[in-house]
Structures are given as structure tokens and as C-alpha cells.
């Protein structure tokens, strides 16, 4: 399967500024990445579906000015968290999808706003 | 639209009991269904994918059974370890947006020595 790395793990940042979350697949190459979101006791939402080379697709709800995505590579994709507030805190996760169309994450990055 | 639930949302046993968990969406048109496994603060581990042509598939102590036409899914966890704590999703894909998964809210579990 995929073998897929988020970094940072955690981040704690102050109201109003930016914090990017990269995610890496190490060994696949994937042209699709997923973004997903879960607040304490939830399960995961959906946020956005990252292409490679071109603009990412958000969910309904999702305000794509906040939550910037790119896409740059196969390997790599990155969310940035745009003039954040403590609203914003939770554990962001991402996946990519493998050849059998089976799932993989990342072990998620957990965003604190103070 | 997929809606997927699962019960029950919380679940304790002594260990070397055999676990029992359900998985229920309402969308039976799906190519697959996968279970994964979280542990707190943690991303999720895939634990098995089931391709809609399957029944079931084994990976160990787990086996996940599928039956599209009742909308259900079910993952067995045989002789239960303190080690198997933990939250365990299943996800379904959307019917209405190809690509994307509907997970469940999970169930906890705590297997107790």
C-alpha cells in the first residue's frame, strides 16, 4: 500500500496567522490527494480533493480562500490554513488513493489556534 | 446521498472475547467498502478493503463480511487484545460524488485485561 507522511504533527500558532500542513506520499505517486478534517469525538469530513497540476475541488461549506491547497507534484500536496482563528483548531488528515482503490493516510496534524 | 452508521458507537470487553462490529449504509451501489483503525491523536490505519465483488476478506484476526443487498458490513475481531483498543471506522464510498468516502462515526473500543 501507499505509505503516506504529514508534517507537522502539531502545530500551535496565534489568531490571525498562517500555517501550512504538507503532506508527502512517499512512494506513490498520486495525482489525487484527499483533505479531511475531524473534530474531538467525530469522524472524519471531507474538505477538499487535491489534483495535481491544476485546482483542487472543495466540499460544499469549505471556504477555498481559507483553506489553500496546492498540488505542485505527485508526491506532494499542501493545505494552508490562511489567517487562522481558534475556530480552525482541530486534526487535519490526508489520503491518497492507491492503485486498488484502497485508502491511505496520513498520521494527521493536529492545529491548535490559540 | 451515502449515509453510513455504526454500531455501536462504544464497545468494552475482557480480552480474549471476540469482537462484533457493524456497519450500515444506506447506498447498496458501491465498489467497496474499507475499515480502518485509529488510535487517539492518531491518523487512520486501513485495516481491510472489501471490492463489492467480495463477501468477505481476512487479514489475521480480522474478517470483514459484506452484504451490499442489506446495506451492511461487519468486521470480526477474534481473541481480542488490550492492543486492539481503539476507534474503528468504516467508510463507504459516495454515490453522488465518485471518489469520495462516507465514513461512520466509529466504534470505541477498549478490550480490558
Known amino acids: 500500500g501507499a505509505v503516506v507522511s504529514q508534517h507537522p504533527s502539531r502545530v500551535i500558532c496565534k489568531s490571525g496567522t498562517s500555517v501550512k500542513i504538507e503532506c508527502r506520499s512517499l512512494?506513490?505517486?498520486?495525482?489525487?490527494m484527499f483533505w479531511y478534517r475531524q473534530f474531538p469525538k467525530q469522524s472524519l469530513m471531507l474538505m477538499a480533493t487535491s489534483n495535481e497540476g491544476s485546482k483542487a475541488t472543495y466540499e460544499q461549506g469549505v471556504e477555498k480562500d481559507k483553506f489553500l491547497i496546492n498540488h505542485a507534484s505527485l508526491t506532494l500536496s499542501t493545505l494552508t490554513v490562511t489567517s487562522a482563528h481558534p475556530e480552525d483548531s482541530s486534526f487535519y488528515i490526508c489520503?491518497?488513493?492507491?492503485?486498488?482503490?484502497?485508502?491511505?493516510f496520513g498520521e494527521g496534524s493536529r492545529l491548535t489556534v490559540l | 446521498k451515502q449515509e453510513v452508521t455504526q454500531i455501536p458507537a462504544a464497545l468494552s470487553v475482557p480480552e480474549g472475547e471476540n469482537l462484533v462490529l457493524n456497519c450500515s449504509f444506506t447506498d447498496s451501489a458501491i465498489y467497496n467498502l474499507q475499515w480502518f483503525r485509529q488510535d487517539p491523536g492518531k491518523g487512520l490505519t486501513s485495516l481491510l478493503l472489501?471490492?463489492?465483488?467480495?463477501r468477505e476478506q481476512t487479514s489475521g484476526r480480522l474478517n470483514a463480511s459484506l452484504d451490499k443487498s442489506s446495506g451492511r458490513s461487519t468486521l470480526y475481531i477474534a481473541a481480542s487484545q488490550p492492543g486492539d483498543s481503539a476507534t474503528y471506522l468504516c467508510a463507504a464510498p459516495s454515490t453522488d460524488s465518485w471518489g469520495k468516502l462516507q465514513f461512520g462515526a466509529g466504534t470505541q473500543v477498549v478490550v480490558t485485561p
Open positions: 489520503s491518497v488513493r492507491g492503485s486498488t482503490g484502497e485508502l491511505f
Open positions: 512512494d506513490f505517486q498520486a495525482t489525487t
Open positions: 472489501i471490492q463489492s465483488s467480495q
